[in-house]
Structure formats: C-alpha cells, structure tokens
C-alpha cells in the first residue's frame, strides 16, 4: 500500500471532527508534468466535502471562481446539478431511459438521489482575502436567485440545469467568486454514480456528477458560436439518458472527509492526508482538468505502480485480487500507445478503479473505472479492453475536450477506433476472445455492431439526446471506430498519424468540433473530404457493392479471344471508390479503379483467358461495406469450406449424440 | 482372487475386440444419424457461399463479420434442419436404451445376431426401466436446480453466483446424471441376464452399486476413457485443415477415433457383463425365483 502525507502542495485548511480546526501547510507543486497552466483555466474549484455513510450523503462547501472570458459583460451564470437526474422518476434522464441505463435498473427502495444548493452567496474579496470556504465576511446571497432552466426540452420537473442571475455583471476578463453549500444524496448504484452495499456489508462508493458545476460559456468563435454574434452564450444541457458531459478546464482543489478506514482514489493526486477521532481527511489537487471524480470504500485493496512519470494507483475489490496485474499492464499498454500515437500523457497520475455495477466502465480526468469478473479467465479480455478504452478517454474528453452532449462521435467514436487499434495490434487476432475456433478481435466487434444493426440509421454528427438508445450506441461508438478505421485504409497509416499528432497538438486543453476534426483531415490529406465527411459523419449513407456476374463468352472461331463481363453493383447509396481485383483462369490479375458511382458497372475484357474471379475491394479498405461476402465471386463454386463445415458438423452432431445418449 | 475392476476391463477389451460387427454397429448408426443433418448442410453452403470466394480465406482466417453475413442468406434454412435435432436426439437416446438391452444380451451370448435377439426380447422392458430412470433423472435435475439456486440466493455476489453456477451446479447434475446412468446399467443387466421384472430390475440397479464397490470403479474408469476418446475430434478439428485433401484427412482422423469410441461402448458394457456375472457366480442364491432363464449364462 502506499500513502502520501503531506507531500505537494499549497496550504489548505482542515476544518472536521468536533469542532476541531486544524492548519496543515504543504509547499506548492504542479499536478501536470509541465510547470506553466497548459489550459485556458477559466474556472477554479475548492471544495471540503464529508461523506455520511449512514445516511449516503456528502456535505459539502464549495468555492468557484469563474473568469469571464467574453468581451461583453456576463449577467448570468448557469450550473449542472447532474445528480437531481435521480432525484424521482419525473427528471428528463429518467423519463428518457426509463430507468433503465446500459443493463442495469434503477430500483429498490433507496435508488434516489439529488443535489440541494442550501447556499450561493457572490464572495465579494479577492479569492485570496476571501477567508474559509463559507464563511466570507462580505457577501451578497444569491440562494433565492437560483431558477431551474430546461434548455433542451418543456419538461419543467428536470432540475439539472441551474440559471443564477447575477446582480451586476461580470467584466470582461473579470472574476466572480461563489460560495456553495450543498448537500448530495448519493443514488444505489446507477448510471455511473451511487452507492453500492456489498455482500460483506461494507459499502462503496462511487461519486461523480456529485457537486454543483459550471457550464461553459462559448465566447463568438469558440465551436458553433458565430464569430460575429454580438456576445457568447452558455451552453448548458440537461442530463439525458445518452448524454454524457462538457466542462471548462480548470483548477481543483478538493478535501474528501470519510470514515478513517476508508481507501479513497480521485481525480488528481494527493497532496495531504490527515486522521482525526476516526475520521480521515485527503485533500487531492488537480490542474488543467475539467472534472473532480472519486471513489471510496472500506473493502478495497490499493495498489500502486508506476509509467514514467505516471504514478499508477488500483483500487480494487477484493474477489478481483487476481487481476492486479491484468489492470496495470492494460494501463501501461494504453500509456505507451497513446503516447506513441497521439501524444503525451500530461498529467502524473493515474486511477484504476474496479467499481460496481452500473459505475464501471466510465471515465473522469485522470481516474477511470473499470470493472471485471471473479475468475475472468486469460482468454477473454473485457478488462483490458474496457481498461484501455476508458484511459483513451483521458485524451478523447480528458484533454480534447468536445461536448458529448453534441458530438458524442468525438470522444465515443474516436475512443473506440483508437481502443480497436491498440487492442488488435497489441493482442493481435483474438484480441477480445481468444479460444480455438473463435478468435474475435475487437475490429471485428466495431464493424459487427454498426453493420449489422440497422446502419441506414442515426447519424455520427447529432445531438445525443435526439438519438434512440440503439442509434446512440451505434453512432457515438462502432461507426465511427469503422469510418475512422475506412479513412485510415483509404489515406494511409502514416497520413492518419499525422492527422491524430496535429489534432491532438492542436486541440489539446480545448474544445474541438466536427468541423475542426475535418478541417485537419483536409490538411493532411491534401484534398477537400466533404464526399467522405458528409455521408458518413453528417449522413447516413451505407455502403454495399456487390459483384452480381461474370459472364465468359468462349471464342467462335480457332485463335479466337474470350469474351469476358463482370457487372459490378452499387446496392445501396454510399459511394466508395473502388479496386476491383480481377483474376483470370490462367493466374493473371488485373486491378482495375472504379470511382464506385454508378449503380451498375461493367467491366469488359477481351483475352485469350476466361475471368476466374472477380473482387471488389481485395485489399478490405472500405470497412463500411455492410456485406462483404458479396464483393467477391468465383467462376467455379469453392466446395472445400463446405465440405470441412460439413465434417465438422458430422463429427459435433456424433458426439452430441454420445453426449445425449448419458455416455453410451 | 485377481482383480474384479481389471478382469472386468480386460473381458470388456477381450469382448470389443472379438465382437467388430457389434462396435461396427454401433458405430455406423451414431454416424448416420450425424450425416442426416450434415448432408444438408454441405449443400446450403455450397449453394450459398461456394461462389463468394471466401472460403479459402474462412479455413485460415476466421472471420466472424463473413460468418454472419454467411448466416444472413442460410439462417433460415439452418434453422429448419437444426429443428431436425427435435426428433432426432429423443429417436437416438430410444435407439441407446434397445441398444443397450441387445448389447447386454449379445455380449452374454456370443455372436453377433443375439444381439437383435436381445432387441427383440428386452426392448419393451429395457424401454419402461428407462422412462422409470427418465423420471428420476427429472427429478434429479430440478432438486439441483432448486438447491443450487437457493445457495445462489444465499451466497450471493459474484463469487458465490460463480461457484454455484459454474461448479457447484454442472458438478451436482453431472454426478447425479452419471449415477442414474449407473444404477440405470445394472438394472438393465439385472434385466438381461437375471431376466428380472423391471420393477425388480429397478430395484436391483438401484442398489447394486452400493454392494459392490467395484461397479463405481468400472463406471468411473470408462465414464473417463469415453470421455477424453470424445474430446480429442474437437482437438483434431479445431487444427484447421485449410486444403481439400487436409480436410478429408483430418475427418478420417476424427472417424478413427469415434470408432475407437464405439468400441469403448462395446468394451463398457462387456465389462459390467463380466463383472456382473462374476459377482452373480460367487452369490447364486440372488436368483431372482422364477425367472424364465434363471442362471449365469457366460459367452
């Protein structure tokens, strides 16, 4: 087990157990590898929480500071209150998923939660003269000026979105600082946060969209926002069944209050620990960052290990002991692919958490979740692959930071085909499950789970909340792991890894867009892409071609030629264009492009040999093609395949019949 | 005294070896019933994909996207020879049950033709003592699934969901199965060779076992051998011949050793014939009275 005391930071204050005030003073220390702010930093974040086991719930003060980074005064601020997304069966996330999320229910007695503002007061100090955190000597209360807002529908029961209208505006360039008090209860386990008792009575806790959070205000220019509108505007959402989240970079400094046996894991590192009348208090700070997750429990093992300057940490169950080393490698095998393929990995932490249920297999900055199975044997890797499709989430939202509400594809999508690479490289055929007979790598899992589910349907490019649970999937994760993987084949590796090099430069610490993506592509690849962008991203075109014939005709006369025409189809309405391989009878090949236009092509030859076979994409670039199987057709029927399928069934079917018969 | 666990293999091996047209019997007719369903298959293939070009590429690069896509255009009639199995697997386990009595009796006997003799006059018995054993076998089941699950609900979490389901449960079903098919055995050879009544043929399997001990052994010992003879086609397939001729190889392969399986059956059951008479000889008061053929007959 390892313990941080005291080492890092800035002086942060105590304030817990009875009355007890107690000053700790740690020296200053970055929480990136880098010494200057790598973000724009436009909010700050302290917070002292305490969790109540008894009663799952978390008390907490807050102080946020908030940069106006317009050129007009701001009179407004509007916060998430993602947690009153379980508040009752009335919030727009629960009416949307019927309180079902990705497997799991929400049911049970104790399966609400939600978040009360009890306080908002405008601290009138600097930030710092601004004194403990609730306790500013001069304020202005702002409680009663808080107004639940509904930005993406009528439904005035959500109250997951907050307006708080300010009494004098914010400068340009100037700060406001509010104090917060709040109080969130913890929901069971469900959609990603909760509570969980175990079997052995112990209770874990996973907390995330737990405290009250900015949303970003776009400035003219940033994203979607007009360069010429006369001002910026907030962009808030309310949470929806699929949606996930957008936040400003920033600055957190976070004082986690839990029973002394606690193990706690959150985002950043810690930088102070102190124990007091059974009671344990960590403070962890994180920078350049836009979220503050963490976790905590009585029943789970840490572990620690180290890549380069990342210091790994394991919070796992008990029963998953066994795995410990599955975990790191996994996050080592992430660590080295995304820093060989993107780009550093700036922060000098890292949290794996094996959570519970419905809060595994999610990602917040610098802590992921997890998740495995007792006995998970070697062959069957949902712990590597959920390990590193969540750390690609450091990058892919962690540090490109699109809205998930808006361009799901962008952090979902990428993720995926990055994950889908890193798997099938490094594990190689089988990467997801590996057992005689049935080697499934997880490109094949992409491509099976958009080509073969409806794939006329859901556009990458979407607001997540407008998709239906099935589009969402499909759209935000396995199509555009398979457009991305086709824009690979069809530009190139090495023009692909420089597009994801000068994304990743370029956006870091920022908040791209679709547009922004393609505007890099178009860079690289030296051509405008808008005939692959437009049907593939904005639209929902499907690509299928198909060789329909192949019609030899003999010569009529001594030392004449064959007479030889395979007609190509273009079956649905993507186009791609196209290699088509064609292999004659006596072992030639010819390759021939086709711009993959038409609806129907011939191909015409004229040759002393008769075609054997023809391909249409033999070299499989176009990953989006729905059907495969009819891109290629022989002359002769191929019978071998059968044959051994026939064989295999026989002798199944005999020792089924052996089986059946109780060993006969 | 040698051995009763070892002569009685070694009778059994004697038993298998000198008898080929009772293992060639018992052979052919698993294989048949297996190619009535395969046959089919071959020709969906054929005609679905054996253009597609692909099937090179399936041999030695498993491809699960062309496999569905494959299943896409036979699904359908996939399904309606794998519905075939509905009629199929309960005519095969009617044909073990008549087979077993014919077994029995042919192996006592000598030759091979006592063999439908047996069919002939143990059958309907064999058949009743087996639906009685159906029942219990039933029974069996659903006490170990309603045990297994109340443990499940108990010991629960993933730890104790995992050794209820994937141990606990398969463990109890296949012991349970595998005794009934014990007592179920003796029955039939109380049934041949004792000419028992099949109530009392019940009775006899049910407790044969328990009196003597070496029965267990010999049940374990082929229950084992058949069952590694059964697993090593699937070592055998899953190597991927990729050419015609390798296909064809690797089959005759796998053919070998399901005959060598069928001989395992033969084997099997001379050797509980041996044993069961050997221990009926040593106690000839167990004569069940009245029976029409009453007396050790050895081949």
Not at chain 1, 267 to 295: C, M, P, S
Not at chain 1, 340 to 368: A, F, H, K, R
Not at chain 1, 484 to 495: I, K, Q, V
Not at chain 2, 222 to 232: E, G, N, P, R, S
Request: hydrophobic share 45%; charged share 20%; glycine share 8%.
């Amino acid at each position: 087990m390892h313990k941080v005391h005291g080492a890092g930071v800035r002086a942060f204050k105590i304030a817990f157990g009875l009355g007890l005030v107690c000053f700790v003073s740690i020296p200053a220390a970055a929480q990136t590898i880098h010494d200057s702010p790598l973000s724009e930093r436009r909010v700050a974040y302290e917070m002292e929480v305490t969790l109540d086991p008894s009663t799952r719930s978390i008390e907490g003060r807050q102080r946020v500071t908030w940069r106006n980074p317009d050129s007009v005064p701001v009179g407004e601020l509007q916060f998430h209150l993602y947690l009153n997304a379980f508040r009752d069966s009335t919030s727009t996330f629960m009416k949307e998923s019927g309180g079902r999320h990705r497997g799991f229910s929400a049911d049970g007695e104790e399966r609400w939660g939600g978040i009360d503002i009890n306080r908002m007061q405008i601290v009138r100090n600097t930030p710092g003269d601004a004194g403990p955190l609730g306790a500013a000597p001069e304020s202005i209360d702002l409680t009663d000026a808080i107004t639940f807002i509904h930005p993406d529908d009528d439904n005035t029961q959500d109250r997951t979105v907050v307006s708080v209208q300010l009494p004098e505006p914010v400068a340009p360039g100037a700060e406001i600082t509010l104090d917060i008090d709040f109080t969130s209860r913890m929901p069971q386990i469900f959609a990603r946060t909760g509570w969980e008792r175990k079997d052995n009575d112990s209770l874990f806790f996973m907390v995330a969209q737990w405290f009250p959070k900015l949303g970003v205000y776009e400035v003219p220019g940033q994203r979607y926002v007009p360069a010429d509108a006369p001002a910026g505007q907030w962009n808030t959402h309310q949470f929806h069944a699929n949606s996930e989240f957008y936040a400003d970079f920033g600055t957190y400094e976070v004082s986690l209050t839990a029973p002394e046996h606690y193990r706690i894991g959150a985002t950043g590192k810690q930088v102070g620990e102190v124990i007091l009348n059974g009671q344990k208090q960590v403070t962890y700070r994180a920078d350049d960052v836009h979220d503050f997750a963490w976790t905590a429990s009585g029943d789970l093992l840490e572990f620690t290990d180290q890549w380069r300057h990342v210091a790994i940490k394991l919070l796992i169950q008990p029963e998953h002991r066994a795995q410990v080393q599955r975990h790191f490698d996994a996050a080592k095998v992430a660590l080295d692919y995304y820093d060989q393929w993107l780009g550093e990995y700036p922060y000098d932490t890292l949290t794996l958490v094996d959570g519970i249920g419905g809060s595994n297999g999610m990602e917040y900055p610098t802590l992921i979740t997890c998740g495995t199975f007792y006995m998970l044997p070697e062959w069957a890797r949902p712990l590597e692959l959920v390990t590193i499709h969540e750390f690609g989430h450091q990058y892919f939202y962690g540090l490109l930071a699109s809205n998930e509400f808006e361009e799901s594809w962008m952090d979902e999508g990428m993720n995926s085909y990055i994950e889908m690479r890193i798997m099938d490289t490094h594990y190689g055929r089988g990467s997801v499950m590996d057992i005689p007979g049935i080697e499934l790598s997880d490109g094949e899992v992409q491509r099976m789970s958009y080509l073969k589910n409806n794939p006329s349907s859901g556009p990458m490019f979407a607001k997540t909340w407008e998709m239906s649970s099935s589009d969402y999937g499909k759209a935000s994760y396995a199509k555009p792991a398979v457009v991305l993987a086709t824009l690979e084949r069809y530009l190139g590796w090495d023009a692909m890894q420089r597009i994801l090099h000068t994304y990743y430069e370029r956006w870091r610490f920022k908040h791209p867009t679709t547009r922004d993506f393609i505007a890099i592509v178009e860079e690289v690849a030296g051509q405008p892409m808008t005939w692959f962008f437009d049907p593939y991203v904005y639209g929902t075109a499907v690509v299928d071609y198909a060789v329909d014939a192949i019609v030899n005709t003999p010569p009529t006369e001594d030392g004449g030629r064959y007479q030889s025409v395979a007609t190509l189809l273009r079956k649905d309405n993507g186009v791609f264009p196209q290699v088509v391989r064609v292999r004659f009878a006596d072992g030639s090949v010819e390759d021939v492009a086709w711009d993959g236009q038409g609806a129907k092509h011939e191909l015409s030859f004229n040759r002393d040999t008769p075609i054997a076979e023809v391909f249409i994409d033999p070299d499989h670039i176009v990953w989006l093609d729905v059907d495969r199987l009819n891109n290629r057709r022989l002359v002769e029927p191929e019978t071998t395949y059968a044959r051994r399928q026939q064989f295999n069934a026989t002798v199944w079917l005999q020792q089924l019949f052996y089986l059946f018969g109780g060993l006969f | 005294m040698s051995n009763p666990v070892s002569t009685s293999i070694r009778a059994g091996l004697d038993d298998a070896r000198r008898r080929p047209t009772l293992v060639l019997l018992v052979y052919a007719v698993n294989l048949v019933s297996a190619l009535l369903l395969s046959f089919p298959l071959y020709q969906l293939l054929v005609d679905s994909i054996g253009q597609s070009g692909f099937g090179d590429q399936k041999l030695l690069d498993f491809d699960i996207l062309l496999w569905q896509e494959a299943l896409v255009q036979i699904g359908p009639s996939l399904d309606a020879v794998a519905l075939q199995l509905l009629w199929l697997i309960p005519l095969y386990m009617a044909w073990r049950v008549v087979a077993g009595v014919g077994l029995v009796y042919a192996l006592q006997q000598g030759g091979t033709w006592p063999f439908w003799r047996g069919v002939g006059r143990y059958a309907p018995r064999g058949i009743l003592l087996a639906l009685i054993w159906l029942l219990i076998r039933i029974l069996i089941g659903s006490v170990v699934v309603v045990a297994s699950s109340a443990l499940a609900a108990a010991w629960s979490g993933e730890v104790g969901t995992f050794w209820t389901f994937f141990v606990i449960r398969p463990t109890l079903l296949i012991t349970g199965m595998a005794m009934v098919d014990l007592f179920e055995r003796y029955g039939r050879l109380a049934l041949v060779v004792r000419h028992e009544r099949t109530l009392s043929a019940f009775a006899t399997g049910a407790v044969w076992p328990f009196r003597h001990g070496s029965a267990s052994v010999l049940y374990l010992f082929w229950f084992f051998v058949a069952l590694a003879i059964l697993a090593v086609p699937t070592l055998i397939g899953a190597q991927g011949a990729s050419s015609a001729a390798g296909v064809w190889v690797a089959f005759l392969l796998q053919q070998g050793l399901l005959l060598v399986r069928a001989a395992v059956t033969v084997a099997w059951a001379g050797s509980e014939v041996a044993l069961f008479e050997r221990v009926w000889m040593a106690a000839p008061s167990a004569v069940v009275a009245g029976a029409p053929e009453a007396g050790p007959a050895i081949a």
